[in-house]
Nanobody, 121 residues
Framework: QVQLVESGGGLVQAGGSLRLSCAAS????????MAWFRQAPGKEREFVATITWSAGRTDYADSVKGRFTISRDNAKNTVYLQMNSLKPEDTAVYYC??????????????WGQGTQVTVSS
């Protein structure tokens, strides 16, 4: 069982930066691949970024490539999302998720409650 708690959201002007954190409970955190998703008002939830359990591989949605960086610290049971050059279209609730399944588009077993990111123009 893994519990995920996001933090670090807030209001920022376009062009600014935020760093989201996702703290996980459970001693098996290092076994899980982690990901960030987001959901804007009136839109479906979409994939943002993912990182393998060893942090050896990352992947990003085209819309955030070159601006966002996902990382993890297994000693701290935490995954991060550094968001730079933020745009108003990045406004959404951001969720972290965990999975033991490898490969593209795996099902995610655990989800956090989300943290709001609002980018003003």
């Amino acid at each position: 069982q893994v519990q995920l708690v996001e933090s670090g959201g807030g209001l920022v002007q376009a062009g600014g930066s935020l760093r989201l954190s996702c703290a996980a409970s459970g001693r098996t955190f290092s076994s899980y691949a982690m990901a960030w998703f987001r959901q804007a008002p009136g839109k479906e939830r979409e994939f943002v970024a993912t990182i393998t359990w060893s942090a050896g591989r990352t992947d990003y949605a085209d819309s955030v490539k070159g601006r966002f960086t996902i990382s993890r610290d297994n000693a701290k049971n935490t995954v991060y999302l550094q968001m730079n050059s933020l745009k108003p279209e990045d406004t959404a609730v951001y969720y972290c998720a965990a999975t033991l399944v490898s490969g593209p588009s795996p099902p995610y077993d655990y989800w956090g409650q989300g943290t709001q990111v609002t980018v003003s123009s």
